[in-house]
């Protein structure tokens, strides 16, 4: 089946930690993006990449980064320097300015 | 300012109503593309609707319509016969054909009372 996984579902994380949050899309798309969601609130773009080995920041990119190795995966590292990163993180993929496509989302939770 | 304003918040609707989400958006370009996403409880986006700015014609899927209207920049979402599986959060969005990035709405939560 073709489509993007998040893995994990829920993440927790003890304040200090870093984490990393997986995003691999099998859609052979281009372009892939990480959004944060906070209950009540709409997506602000964490950062988003267009090719391999490439990527900007979006809104909210501070306390955050990301790799783009491969076309398949974007994984998103929230660091210690993140303060408040309990939320909802989605990852979407697209082919370049067209629909993007959205994964599962990950609950993450700092203790 | 807002390039996408979702000014409903939240909307409650007995079920079997029909009810409509506003959706106005600001562009400058000419080309340009509207989307619909729903996000259900389970926090996944789906798809539901793109449309590029050079096609003003209305579509229906089921019970599902949209009306996309230039002259009002807005871009209206209306489910008839609403069903409790409709109760989600509805974001509409914007994406520039000179950028790179999708502008998101900050969502209608649609509840359908049983």
């Known amino acids: 089946d073709g489509g993007i996984t998040q893995s994990p579902k829920y993440l927790f994380r003890k304040e200090g930690q870093n984490v990393t949050l997986s995003c691999e899309q099998n859609l052979n798309h281009d372009a892939m993006y990480w959004y944060r969601q906070d209950p009540g609130q709409g997506l602000r773009l964490i950062y988003y990449s267009q090719i391999v080995n490439d990527f900007q920041k979006g809104d909210i990119a501070e306390g955050y980064s990301v790799s783009r190795e491969k076309k398949e995966s974007f994984p998103l590292t929230v660091t210690s320097a993140q303060k408040n990163p309990t939320a909802f993180y989605l990852c979407?993929?697209?082919?370049?300015?067209?629909?993007?496509?959205f994964g599962p989302g990950t609950r993450l939770t700092v203790l | 300012a807002q390039k996408v304003t979702q000014a409903q918040t939240e909307i409650s609707v007995v079920e079997k109503e029909d009810v409509t989400l506003d959706c106005v958006y600001e562009?400058?370009?000419?080309?340009?593309?509207l989307f619909w996403y729903k996000q259900p409880p389970s926090g996944e986006l789906v798809f539901l609707i793109r449309?590029?700015?050079?096609?003003?014609q209305n579509e229906i899927s089921g019970r599902y319509s949209w009306n996309f209207q230039k002259s009002t920049s807005s871009f209206n979402f209306t489910i008839t016969a609403s069903q409790v599986v409709d109760s989600a959060v509805y974001f509409c969005?914007?994406?520039?054909?000179?950028?790179?990035?999708?502008?998101f709405g900050t969502g209608t939560s649609l509840t359908v009372i049983p």
């Open positions: 979407a993929s697209s082919p370049s300015y067209d629909t993007q496509y």
């Open positions: 449309r590029n700015s050079f096609d003003e």
């Open positions: 969005a914007l994406s520039e054909a000179a950028g790179n990035q999708f502008y």
């Open positions: 562009t400058r370009d000419t080309t340009y593309y």
